[in-house]
């Protein structure tokens, strides 16, 4: 499970984030980022799964959401907001419509994740494909999919769906991190 990360990773991961772009003069300062174990306040997910019905469409896509302050606390903190919010919408659409592939083709290999209550690890997207449904589960994707965009938490860690459900993180193309990709860095179920 990501959202328990060892100091160790978790310092790999911030080390390897992309530069934050330098905020505007006029940008507000951002508030410090909550301790490990501190508990977020977000907005509890809506209790519905996906049983035999058609899949929700995302909260960014049907509702008027506004993305200006979330993507201003990203290019802050991560770095290029375009980017990010490209692969938020992308990782949204994709478990909306259970688009196995596509989610994997977003996954950070090797993936440590929870399956059915055990810690496992997914070495490639086959791997991922295979096992789908039994990580993201319904009652995870219905938190994807509703997840507001304003609504995201945002710290060096990553762009933070519902209570820790999903994670995504810039992960470094080069040793320098003069590139980066955008990539789902955690998928557990949180009680």
């Known amino acids: 499970m990501r959202a328990w990360i060892p100091v160790a990773a978790a310092v790999l991961l911030v080390a390897c984030k992309p530069a934050a772009e ?5 940008a507000p300062a ?17 209790a519905q799964t996906h049983g035999g019905a058609a899949a929700p ?17 990203i290019g802050q903190i991560l770095g290029d907001a375009t980017r990010y919010e490209t692969a938020i919408l992308a990782f949204q659409q994709a478990v909306a419509q259970k688009d196995a592939a596509t989610v994997a083709a977003m996954i950070d290999f090797p993936f440590k994740t929870t399956i059915e209550g055990k810690p496992a690890t997914v070495k490639d997207a086959p791997g991922f494909i ?10 995870m994707a219905d938190v994807i999919v509703r997840q507001r965009y304003s609504e995201l938490f945002v710290n060096a860690k990553g ?3 519902g209570n820790g459900e999903a994670w995504l993180n810039g992960i470094c193309v ?10 789902v860095v955690a998928l557990q179920p949180t009680q």
């Open 22 to 26: 330098p905020a505007s003069p006029a």
């Open 57 to 73: 469409t995302p909260a960014a896509a049907g509702e008027a959401d506004d993305h200006s302050e979330v993507n201003q606390r």
């Open 159 to 161: 762009v933070m769906f």
């Open 174 to 183: 080069d040793k320098a991190c003069n590139s980066f990709n955008v990539r």
């Open 130 to 139: 295979t096992q789908y449904g039994r990580i993201v589960t319904p009652e």
């Open 30 to 46: 951002e508030p410090a980022a909550p301790a490990a174990n501190a508990t977020q306040a977000v907005p509890e997910p809506i």
